[in-house]
T-cell receptor
Framework: GAGVSQSPRYKVAKRGQDVALRCDPISGHVSLFWYQQALGQGPEFLTYFQNEAQLDKSGLPSDRFFAERPEGSVSTLKIQRTQQEDSAVYLC?????????????FGEGSWLTVV | GNSVTQMEGPVTLSEEAFLTINCTYTATGYPSLFWYVQYPGEGLQLLLKATKADDKGSNKGFEATYRKETTSFHLEKGSVQVSDSAVYFCALSKNGGSQGNLIFGKGTKLSVKP
């Protein structure tokens, strides 16, 4: 596709359930980022991949959060034993370049509601 | 630590009015600064950026100047249109962090009335 694609767009999970969120970056983009955006807040960094290597996971809020990008393209963010505070929009972004001036291309996000 | 503070919204303007959305930052070193925009139903997209002091980023009639002395990157547009209605996010690149890792402000919602 032409842009970053995320699925599912909307997910309602019961507290304690595991969820998996998928990101299809723009073809050929080396860098991939996950952000979490709570209601009324700006996006907050979770983790970063360069190809298949996870180079920074400093933003993951707990060990219940896990991300992978095994073949350097599609990425999955997994949240185990979901809690209500996990309710947020999860944004995926990719970029062609590597560097602090890189332009990030964002998907529309996966809206997670934990009930 | 690094942070971004932007004016709270919502901001409501009439078409052709002048727009300013304030953004100030706290950072070590020399970050790059960005404005991203989120139109209704769409993902965030880059509006403009500046990489060093006194640089001016511009796009679609919007401008922002990197002011190191006031640690600011205010967004301006001389004459807004209804189609500019969106949420605007100021952001900076995190020194020493992941390449392209951004720290965002909370966003400012702009509504432009005909």
């Amino acid at each position: 596709g032409a842009g970053v694609s995320q699925s599912p767009r909307y997910k309602v999970a019961k507290r304690g359930q595991d969820v998996a969120l998928r990101c299809d970056p723009i073809s050929g983009h080396v860098s991939l980022f996950w952000y979490q955006q709570a209601l009324g807040q700006g996006p907050e960094f979770l983790t970063y991949f360069q190809n298949e290597a996870q180079l920074d996971k400093s933003g993951l809020p707990s060990d219940r959060f896990f991300a992978e990008r095994p073949e350097g393209s599609v990425s999955t963010l997994k949240i185990q034993r979901t809690q209500q505070e996990d309710s947020a929009v999860y944004l995926c972004a990719s970029s062609l370049e590597i560097g602090p001036l890189t332009t990030l291309y964002f998907g529309e996000g996966s809206w997670l509601t934990v009930v | 630590g690094n942070s971004v503070t932007q004016m709270e919204g919502p901001v409501t303007l009439s078409e052709e009015a002048f727009l300013t959305i304030n953004c100030t930052y706290t950072a070590t070193g020399y970050p790059s600064l960005f404005w991203y925009v989120q139109y209704p139903g769409e993902g965030l997209q880059l509006l403009l950026k500046a990489t060093k002091a006194d640089d001016k980023g511009s796009n679609k009639g919007f401008e922002a100047t990197y002011r190191k002395e006031t640690t600011s990157f205010h967004l301006e547009k001389g004459s807004v249109q209804v189609s500019d209605s969106a949420v605007y996010f100021c952001a900076l690149s995190k020194n020493g962090g992941s390449q392209g890792n951004l720290i965002f402000g909370k966003g400012t919602k702009l509504s432009v009335k005909p």
